[in-house]
Structure formats: structure tokens, C-alpha cells
């Protein structure tokens, strides 16, 4: 596709279910990125993957959240046990290669509502 | 660690004043910074990055080292200038770009 494709745009959920959301990256970049956008919290990083190595998890909340990388293409960023402060715009982006943000491109998100 | 800090969430001033979004860092190493830009309904995007040394839209930012500051000026804004800016920073050789809260420019006609 021509840009990072965030699935679902929206998602409403009770609280205590498991959610999943995807994101499809630029075809051919390396990095991936995921971040949570909440109201007057900016984005929060929350994990990071390039290539073929080990993600760097350090930014998720919890061990209720975790994320995979398929094929070094497509992520999805699973939340268990859904909490209302789970709540916010997960956003999704990917660049060419680690560390060189003027080749980061985000996805339109997934706004994440727990009730 | 490493800090962004935006004090304003909203900023709104008129058609053709200037304008300054604030934006400090905390951090000891050299910085690389960002100010990104989310318009209503569209995506975050990279509207400059402090190496360019590049005016964007009219817009530019200086780092202050010595004040550890880089907020984004803009001498004349437009009403299409209203939209979410974050500013952010990413440390050489890292990944991790660290947000601030954001700030909202609202430009009234």
C-alpha cells in the first residue's frame, strides 16, 4: 500500500476482553513502531521492532500487552483483560531503517475505547 | 532520562500574528530533535527536524542548546497553520523518539 493501514479504525470493548490491532507497514521498511496517543499524555512509546532482532518491549505498561511481528511485515499489538485506562489512539509507524526519523511514516490509528 | 516538555496545550492567537509553540528537552547527551504536526483528521506527520536547519510552511526552530529549547516560530500564522504540534526527541543512534503532550494552535480569522 502507499502508507503504514491501521486496523480497526475504531474499537469498542468491555472491559476484561482481549483485543487485537494490526498494522500493516510501508512495504519494504525494516522498523516498526508502536506508540499510544492519550488525551494530554502525548504518544507514549510502547515497543519497537527491526528486522530480524529482538524487539525492545520496554515501553509496554504491562504484561497484559504484548506484540509480534510477522515475516518482518505485519504487527499485532494484543491487549488482554481490557481496563479502561487502556483506552487511547494506538498509532503505528514505520521507517526505512532504526533511529532515522524523517523516513518514520504513521498509520491513521486505532482509536481504542474500553467500557 | 529523557524529557519533552510543551507547557501550552493551547495556543490560539489571530490570522497573521506571530506565533511561538514552546518546547524544552531534557537531556544530556546530543539531541535530535522534531516537531511533528497532526491536521484535523490526517495523520501525525514530520514537519521539521532541527539538523535541516530547513523552514517548513513558514515555520522554523532553533535548538538552544545552552537553554536546551526548541521551540517552533512562525512570523505570520494562517488559519490552515490550526493543528496538534508535538515536539520530539531522539537520541543519535537511537529509536526511541520521546513526545511531549502537545499543543494545540488554534488561528482565528
Known amino acids: 500500500g502507499a502508507g503504514v493501514s491501521q486496523s480497526p479504525s475504531n474499537k469498542v470493548t468491555e472491559k476484561g476482553k482481549d483485543v487485537e490491532l494490526r498494522c500493516d507497514p510501508i512495504s519494504g521498511h525494516t522498523a516498526l513502531y508502536w506508540y499510544r496517543q492519550s488525551l494530554g499524555q502525548g504518544l507514549e512509546f510502547l515497543i519497537y521492532?527491526?528486522?530480524?532482532?529482538?524487539?525492545?518491549k520496554s515501553g509496554l505498561p504491562s504484561d497484559r500487552f504484548s506484540a509480534e511481528r510477522t515475516g518482518g511485515s505485519v504487527s499485532t499489538l494484543t491487549i488482554q483483560r481490557t481496563q479502561q485506562e487502556d483506552s487511547a489512539v494506538y498509532l503505528c509507524?514505520?521507517?526505512?531503517?532504526?533511529?532515522?526519523?524523517?523516513?518514520?511514516?504513521f498509520g491513521q490509528g486505532t482509536r481504542l475505547t474500553v467500557v | 532520562a529523557q524529557r519533552v516538555t510543551q507547557p501550552e496545550k493551547l495556543l490560539s492567537v489571530f490570522k497573521g500574528a506571530p506565533v511561538e509553540l514552546k518546547c524544552n528537552y531534557s537531556?544530556?547527551?546530543?539531541?535530535?530533535l522534531f516537531w511533528y504536526v497532526q491536521y484535523s483528521r490526517q495523520r501525525l506527520q514530520l514537519l521539521l527536524r532541527h539538523i535541516s536547519r530547513e523552514s517548513i510552511k513558514g515555520f522554523t526552530a532553533d535548538l538552544n542548546k545552552g537553554e536546551t529549547s526548541f521551540h517552533l516560530k512562525k512570523p505570520f500564522a494562517q488559519e490552515e497553520d490550526s493543528a496538534m504540534y508535538y515536539c520530539?526527541?531522539?537520541?543519535?543512534?537511537?529509536?526511541?523518539?520521546?513526545f511531549g503532550s502537545g499543543t494545540r494552535l488554534l488561528v482565528r480569522p
Open positions: 509507524a514505520s521507517s526505512s531503517r532504526g533511529g532515522s526519523f524523517t523516513e518514520a511514516f
Open positions: 520530539a526527541l531522539n537520541q543519535f543512534g537511537s529509536y526511541k523518539l520521546i
Open positions: 537531556y544530556s547527551g546530543s539531541p535530535e
Open positions: 521492532f527491526q528486522g530480524n532482532s529482538a524487539p525492545d
